[in-house]
Structure formats: structure tokens, C-alpha cells
């Protein structure tokens, strides 16, 4: 009798609370009529939530399943949290945006579900090929979701060029895991690691080549530069509530699984691709910064923005050490409060038709509306790293790490791009506080949007007055 | 002999895949890549993985190309076009392509590739059977929820685009034969 | 192992000499006389109406879709079933949990009208 796989359902039991309730919520949904669409959207946010009680239970719990492909440890579940976290207020952000853009339909929570799903088991895998069926599970639904605003053009845009550019990535990390698997004879990234030392001239070069067409293939998820390309058109193209979800939770995911590779994978190559990776957060770090230093589009602005704090996030791996990663957590974590906290004004501002989100409508906001300048000003300012959000504390926790790695220029870079963002997030928020120009557009406060962006704006505050809490968690 | 067999089938892989990028018109092009997939599975048969090989033919060869000669007829498409590698700056691409094989030919040439009689674990359908049941679990269930996404969001799209339906080729025609009609009355 | 496929290979070769020898003859033989019926495409026997390349309707895509998510079942489905004599009854609800995620799409396909040609 061959031995079977034994499934730990301890740590599965996450994944199966999102999978299973949303195949559950799929089938439900065809018996929700049309117009009550919101009632599936509370559910998904119950099954999150769920997901993220099981979350909480896991703190500390490590473990491996399904033959060490699927690895729970702190850093899993606090950056599942974080994905989970971003999943529920983007369904807050999204409940009563898609019915005032008449495209309110029960699969959008639906997908939120299986993407939030797939992104659980990006960051949960410990072996390449579970990683590249997660990714193409996230990407899919992130494919679908940019374009769910589909008869508008520039929905239909943004799901094409990033279902290509998406597609052309899958190619490279294919690519690469094939030639990882010829060298290695693996793909179970312990085992990699394992085969690491005993590699000899041909192989290491083969490994390597895998190694580095692999974070082409990652590195075009996370928007890294050069393969950024796409970022600025998708999050401009997408509906705001998605945008708003992609640019932070897939990041989250797809860093966190880059940081598993790089550093359990090929800890023992960190000679070759430390430096890689640097000069890639320098270019990420600079054309973000100065990209969205000359945007009048607040919505590319925020999109270049989420490029540049990519840059940031790099720091973690590069540092390659538990201080590195306890910044990445923490710095996920603040990002994603952040720019959901901004992009949910955008979606408080965005009437039906809106084409172009330009600056101008921003101005005078003060004026018509305290509260949410307050929360566009508590975002952008955790955003530019200002005390005392949450980003001056992630920023200086990353500065600090890669310092200690030996990264001096890094440092110095990362606090001259700081204060490049600082300028582009402080010229929308005088913007806000100046006259108005332009007739003054529709506000929308319903008790969700509200709801989501008053927990976004509570967390930056929170974890920059007391940040300790969220890093002895991991 | 294995040799001459391996040759043949891969000067067809090149060639049928040199003209999916070259065939002006797009349907030609996707011919020519159902020809690769089938070369492709041929290459499977000589490398004696019968089972990927036959998934090969009944997967890309019998399903993905008609999905894909679908797709193209969704089009709106009605004229003859260039095709893209002419509508950009195409010797960059082709400069990059031929980088990028002399790189993977070196490479693939530097080294020793370790041979084996035997049987590998996962080439025979029993063997894949086993695999897919035990060490690859996770994956095979995986599939199972990427398919289904994927059904999901073609119905998305597509229930979309049955909402705002451009006429299809009875309409065409039945339009056609308003337009001569009329004309006919107008000129008695 | 090879050499069994020495036997196909003749079918392959005569398959292809086949269907060119009388091409190539035809090609040879006819006369080369060229006029705007001839080129025109065969219908049939009926008039020619419209261009070649129409519109397909979306429901033509859905079925293939719905075909290689099915074909895809099929290429999991027969090594699981050779190989089932060693693997026992967890097989059989690994497999079901497979299938059953792949009806509920199905389900879900029908309840919508995707399915439906109207």
C-alpha cells in the first residue's frame, strides 16, 4: 500500500474557509436577484473575515503540509493577514461604488474571493509550481477584475494590456522554473536549497538563469522597474475599488513569495542577485518617484506612487535578515492602510462616467469636506513617511534594515525619493485645501465606503503610534 | 535514425512556428500554430512520454486551437491587415530573439545533462496517476480552482459582450438584402 | 519501443504522398486559364454573399471554453484511473473534490444562460 499524503488541516483550514466558501457564495449568488447584489458582497466580507479569525488563531503556529509545499509560519500569517485585511475593506470600498457604475454583479465579491484565495496560497507555498498555479489563479481574477467596468473602453484597456503583459511574465517564470528544475532536480524551494551547494560550474549557472528570469516573471507582478509598464494604464483603466485592491494585496502576495525564493530558495546565491536586486529597487525607487512627481491624473499618480513604494519593499529581501523582514510585514501593512485610505476619497469623489481623474477636482476639498481631506491627508502623509503615520514607521524600519545589511547608498536613496514623494503627495494635498476650480463634483458617504475608509485611516494611525503590537506578531 | 526522425520533427517546430509569426493573415497563423502543437506532441511520442504527447494532440491540437480559431472569428475584423511583426520596429525583436537563442543555445550546450535509462517517475500514465494523487496533490486540486476561475470570467466578459451583440452573419446578410431592396425601389 | 513507431510512420509517409500525387497531377494537367468564376469561392453552388471572415456568435466560444476546461478533466481523469488499483479510496474523493469544483462551474455556466443560443 503506497503511503498517501498527510494533510495537516490546521493549516489548510484557512484556504478552505476562503476556497470553499467561495465556490459556496458562487452557487448562491445565482439565486440572489439582481438588484440585491450587495447581500453576496456582505457575504464574501463574512468569509474574510472568517479567513482572518482562523488567521489570528494561527499566531505562531508553524508547520508544513502536502509534502512541505505548503508552509505556515508568523511571516505566512501576517502577511495573509495583510491580503485578507486589504480583501475586506476593498469590498467595503467597492459595495455601493459598483451599483452608482451600473456594473454591480454578484462574481465581483465572488472573485475577490478566489484572488484573495490565491494570494493565501502564493504566499503559503514553499514550492514553485504551487506558487505559479497561485499566481495564475490571482492573476485571472485580477485580469477579469480590471475589466469588470467592461462596455467603458478604458476598462476593457487595462484588463487587455495587463491579460498580455500578465501572460508575457507567466512565460518568463515558466521558463525559469523549468531551468531550476533541470539544475536542481526540484522544485520544492528546501530542496533547491538543499541542492545549492552541491551544484557544480554548468549547473549554478543554470540555476541562476532560472533564479533571475524567475523575479523578471515576479517582478512584473510586483511592478518593479523595468517591468512596470503596465501599472500606470491598469490601476488608471481598472474600477477604483480594484485598483485599489490590486496595488496592494497582489504586491503583498507576490513579495512575499518573491522573499521565500530568493532568501530560503537561493540564500547561497545572495552574492549574485543581492546586487541585482538592488540596483532594481534604485530604478524602481526613482522612476516611480519622479514618474509621479509630473502625473496630473491622480489616479496614474497613485499608480506611479505604488511603484515607487515597491522600491521600498524591495529593502526587505535585500536585507535578507529578520529585521528586514519584520520591516517588510510591517511596511505591508501600512501601505495597504494607506493606499486604500486614498484611493477610497477617490471612490467618495467618483461619480458615473468619470473618464479622467484629473487633480483639479480635488481642489477645494477642504472646504466642502473636512473628513475626508482629513483621510486623504492621514494617506498621503503615511504614504510620504511623516510622522507619526504608520509610514514613517515602516520607512524607517526599512531604511534601518538595509543599513544594517550594508547598504548605505540604498539608505541615501530611499530618503531622497521620500522627499521627491513628499513633494507630489504635498501638492494634492494643498490642492485640497486651496480654492476650488472646477464645479464642485458629487460626494458620496454611505455607511460602508465610510466605514472602510474610517478603519483604513484608524490603522494608520494606530500602527504609527504604537507599532509594537504588529511586530511582535510576526 | 533517431537522429534523422528528430531533425525532421523539429525543422517542422521551427518552421510551422516562424510562419505563425509571418503569416499576413491571422487564420493562416493560427493554422500553423496548431501545426507546432502537433510537431510538438510528436516530439513527446520520440522522447517515448506517450501520455504527454497524447495530452498534447488532444489538449492544444483538439481544444486550445479551436478556442483560439473562436476567438479570432469574435473578432470584428473584416480586412486583410500587416501582420505585427511589420508595425513595429520588428529587427529589435528579432534581434532580441536571436540574443536570447544564442544565449540559450550556449547554455543548453555547457552542460552535462544527466541521462537516464530508466524510466523517469512522472512520464507513464500510471506513474503520473500516482504523482498526481500524492507529492503533486495540492497542484491537481489547484487546477481544478483555476478552471473554474477561468470559466467565471469568460462568463463575465462574454455575458458582457452578448449584451451589446454586433450583428453576426445573418444580420450582415439580412441587412445587405434590406439595403439592395430598398435600392432596387429607389431606382424603378 | 521506437521501432513500433516505424509502422506508424509508414501510414504518415503514404498519408501525405496520398492526397499531394493526385494535387501536384491535377496541377500539371489542368490548363492555366484563369476567369473571375473560377477564382471565386465555392458555395455550394449558390451565389457568394458577403466576405469570408463573418462574426461568430459568443456562444461559439463559451462551448469551446466549457470543451477544454472538459478535455483538461479527461487528461487528468485517465492516469488517475490506470493508476487507480494502487491508490484506493482516497483517489476516489481526491478526484470527486477535482470534479465537483469543475460542475460547479458548469452548474454555474448553465444557471447564468451561457449555454443558451438565443
Not at chain 1, 427 to 444: S, Y
Not at chain 2, 39 to 51: K, P
Not at chain 2, 102 to 119: K, N, Q, S, Y
Request: glycine share 8%.
Amino acid at each position: 500500500m503506497i503511503t498517501l499524503p498527510v494533510i495537516d488541516w490546521t493549516i489548510v483550514a484557512q484556504l478552505l474557509v476562503v476556497f470553499g466558501g467561495a465556490t459556496v457564495l458562487l452557487l448562491l449568488d445565482l439565486a440572489i436577484p439582481a438588484g440585491r447584489k450587495q447581500v453576496t458582497a456582505y457575504l464574501a466580507l463574512l468569509v474574510v473575515l472568517g479567513a482572518a479569525a482562523v488567521g489570528v488563531m494561527h499566531a505562531g503556529v508553524s508547520g508544513a503540509t502536502f509534502g512541505g509545499t505548503l508552509r505556515l509560519d508568523p511571516f505566512r500569517t501576517a502577511v495573509g493577514l495583510v491580503c485578507l485585511a486589504a480583501a475586506a475593506l476593498s469590498i467595503l470600498l467597492a459595495v455601493t461604488f459598483l451599483g452608482r457604475h451600473q456594473i454591480e454583479r454578484g462574481e465581483f465579491a465572488v472573485l475577490v474571493l478566489f484572488g484573495v484565495g490565491g494570494m493565501l496560497l502564493l504566499v503559503q507555498a514553499a514550492d514553485l509550481v504551487v506558487m505559479f498555479l497561485s499566481l495564475a489563479l490571482l492573476s485571472i481574477t485580477l485580469y477579469v477584475l480590471a475589466g469588470f467596468a467592461l462596455p467603458e473602453p478604458r476598462s476593457e484597456e487595462a484588463a487587455l494590456k495587463y491579460l498580455l503583459t500578465g501572460a508575457f511574465a507567466t512565460g518568463f517564470l515558466v521558463f525559469g522554473i523549468a531551468l531550476i528544475y533541470g539544475a536542481t532536480g526540484s522544485t520544492t524551494l528546501a530542496t533547491i536549497a538543499a541542492a545549492g551547494p552541491g551544484l557544480t560550474g554548468e549547473y549554478r549557472l543554470y540555476a541562476a538563469a532560472g533564479l533571475l528570469l524567475l523575479v523578471v516573471g515576479l517582478g512584473y507582478k510586483a511592478s518593479l522597474v523595468p517591468f512596470h509598464m503596465w501599472t500606470p494604464d491598469v490601476y488608471d483603466g481598472a474600477p477604483t475599488p480594484v485598483a485599489a485592491f490590486m496595488s496592494v494585496a497582489s504586491k503583498a502576495a507576490v513579495l512575499a513569495a518573491l522573499t521565500h525564493v530568493l532568501l530560503v530558495g537561493f540564500g547561497e546565491l545572495r552574492a549574485l542577485w543581492a546586487p541585482i536586486l538592488a540596483v532594481v529597487a534604485a530604478a524602481t525607487l526613482l522612476v516611480g518617484n519622479i514618474g509621479a512627481l509630473v502625473q496630473q491624473n491622480v489616479k496614474r499618480m497613485l499608480a506611479y506612487s505604488s511603484i515607487g513604494q515597491a522600491g521600498f519593499l524591495l529593502f526587505g529581501p535585500i536585507a535578507a535578515s529578520d529585521r528586514g523582514i519584520d520591516a517588510l510585514v510591517f511596511y505591508l501593512a501600512g501601505y495597504t492602510a494607506a493606499n486604500l485610505a486614498a484611493f477610497a476619497v477617490l471612490i467618495a469623489l467618483e461619480a458615473r462616467g468619470e473618464t479622467e481623474w484629473s487633480m483639479a477636482r480635488l481642489s477645494g476639498l477642504w472646504q466642502r469636506s473636512p473628513g475626508l481631506t482629513l483621510a486623504l491627508a492621514l494617506a498621503l502623509l503615511s504614504l510620504a513617511g511623516v510622522p507619526p503615520t504608520a509610514g514613517f514607521i515602516a520607512k524607517f524600519a526599512m531604511l534601518d534594515a538595509v543599513w544594517q545589511a550594508g547598504y548605505p547608498a540604498l539608505v541615501v536613496l530611499g530618503v531622497v525619493t521620500s522627499a521627491i514623494a513628499a513633494a507630489y503627495y504635498l501638492r494634492v494635498l494643498l490642492r485640497a485645501a486651496g480654492p476650488a476650480e472646477t464645479d464642485a463634483p458629487p460626494m458620496f458617504g454611505d455607511w460602508p465606503l465610510r466605514l472602510g475608509m474610517a478603519l483604513a485611516a484608524l490603522a494608520i494611525v494606530v500602527l504609527g503610534l504604537a507599532p509594537g503590537w504588529l511586530l511582535s506578531f510576526s | 535514425m533517431v537522429t534523422v526522425i528528430f531533425i525532421a520533427i523539429a525543422s517542422l517546430i521551427i518552421a510551422s512556428a516562424v510562419l505563425v509569426v509571418i503569416s499576413r493573415e491571422i487564420v493562416r497563423a493560427a493554422l500553423w500554430l496548431i501545426a507546432t502543437f502537433f510537431a510538438v506532441g510528436a516530439l513527446y511520442l520520440l522522447l517515448e512520454a506517450e501520455f504527454i504527447g497524447v495530452a498534447q494532440v488532444l489538449v492544444y491540437v483538439g481544444a486550445v486551437s479551436i478556442l483560439i480559431l473562436f476567438a479570432i472569428m469574435l473578432t470584428r475584423q473584416h480586412e486583410r491587415h500587416e501582420p505585427a511583426w511589420r508595425a513595429g520596429p520588428w529587427w529589435i525583436a528579432l534581434a532580441g530573439v536571436i540574443g536570447l537563442a544564442a544565449v540559450l543555445i550556449t547554455t543548453i550546450g555547457a552542460v552535462p545533462w544527466r541521462l537516464t535509462d530508466d524510466d523517469l517517475p512522472v512520464s507513464r500514465a500510471p506513474q503520473l496517476g500516482t504523482a498526481l494523487m500524492r507529492e503533486y496533490l495540492l497542484p491537481f486540486q489547484l487546477a481544478a480552482i483555476v478552471l473554474l476561475v477561468a470559466l467565471i470570467g469568460a462568463v463575465v466578459i462574454a455575458m458582457e459582450e452578448r449584451r451589446r451583440r454586433t450583428p453576426t452573419l445573418a444580420d450582415d446578410i439580412a441587412a445587405q438584402r434590406g439595403a439592395a431592396d430598398r435600392a432596387e425601389d429607389g431606382t424603378p | 519501443m521506437l521501432d513500433a513507431y516505424a509502422f506508424i510512420g509508414v501510414f504518415f509517409i503514404a498519408a501525405l504522398v496520398f492526397p499531394l500525387v493526385p494535387l501536384i497531377a491535377a496541377w500539371r494537367l489542368r490548363p492555366q486559364r484563369s476567369t473571375p468564376i473560377k477564382r471565386d469561392t465555392y458555395e455550394c453552388g449558390l451565389e457568394v454573399t458577403g466576405g469570408t471572415r463573418v462574426q461568430f456568435k459568443v456562444q461559439y466560444y463559451m462551448y469551446a471554453l466549457a470543451f477544454v476546461i472538459f478535455d483538461v478533466e479527461v487528461v487528468f481523469l485517465y492516469p488517475w484511473a490506470v493508476a487507480y488499483g494502487q491508490l484506493g479510496l482516497f483517489a476516489l474523493v481526491a478526484m470527486s473534490v477535482f470534479i465537483i469544483i469543475l460542475v460547479f462551474g458548469l452548474v454555474y455556466e448553465w444557471k447564468k444562460g451561457a449555454l443558451e443560443w438565443a
